[in-house]
């Protein structure tokens, strides 16, 4: 018998490692990591939204060629990401030490914050459907008004 737990009993003492692992893995994040994973969310969907509107902006500084079928779809793209901004700062975040331009009013005006990001969304539906039609003029007009869109947002809710 003796025996027998001087057999088990490592073993059991490497299992209780295991099973302790295990649920600090199923534990859910700290306040602290899950703040920073909203950061991260977020800068990731504005990195995104950049890489969308990115060609449409060489457009409109003449670095590239009007190509409607590109602004097309980038402008569906911008609809997406923008239709998931209020989500992705769903988490109040200005309480933790994060890496991160995002200003506190982005809590306070909530309201307002909504409303610039629904006009960027507003504004992409209207470049795609400038980019059907596939005038030049229309496109670069509504393409002016998405980068306003970007910058009213910037100029009020992100820090320099
Ligand atoms: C872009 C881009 C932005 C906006 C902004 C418009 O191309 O990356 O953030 O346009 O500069 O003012």
Redo the contacts with the bound molecule.
């Keep these: 018998m003796l025996k027998l737990i001087n057999v088990l009993a490592p073993a059991s003492a490497t299992l209780m490692a295991t099973l302790s692992v295990a649920v600090a893995q199923n534990a859910p994040p700290s306040p602290e990591k899950q703040a920073e994973k909203a950061v991260e969310i977020r800068q990731g969907l504005f990195n995104v939204q950049?890489f969308a509107?990115?060609p449409?902006?060489a457009m409109?500084k003449g670095a590239a060629p009007v190509d409607a079928a590109l602004v097309q779809k980038e402008a569906a793209r911008v609809q997406m990401t923008s239709s998931m901004i209020t989500e992705v700062f769903k988490l109040d975040t200005r309480k933790f030490q994060t890496r991160t331009k995002a200003k506190d009013k982005i809590w306070t005006d909530q309201q307002d914050f909504a409303q610039k990001a629904n006009d960027l969304h507003e504004a992409a539906v209207v470049l795609e459907a400038a980019a059907r039609k596939g005038d030049k003029s229309g496109i670069l007009d509504a393409a002016g008004k998405?980068?306003?869109a970007?910058?009213a947002c910037?100029d009020e809710y992100r820090e320099k």
């Design positions: 950049g509107f990115g449409v902006g409109l998405v980068g306003n970007c910058k910037h």
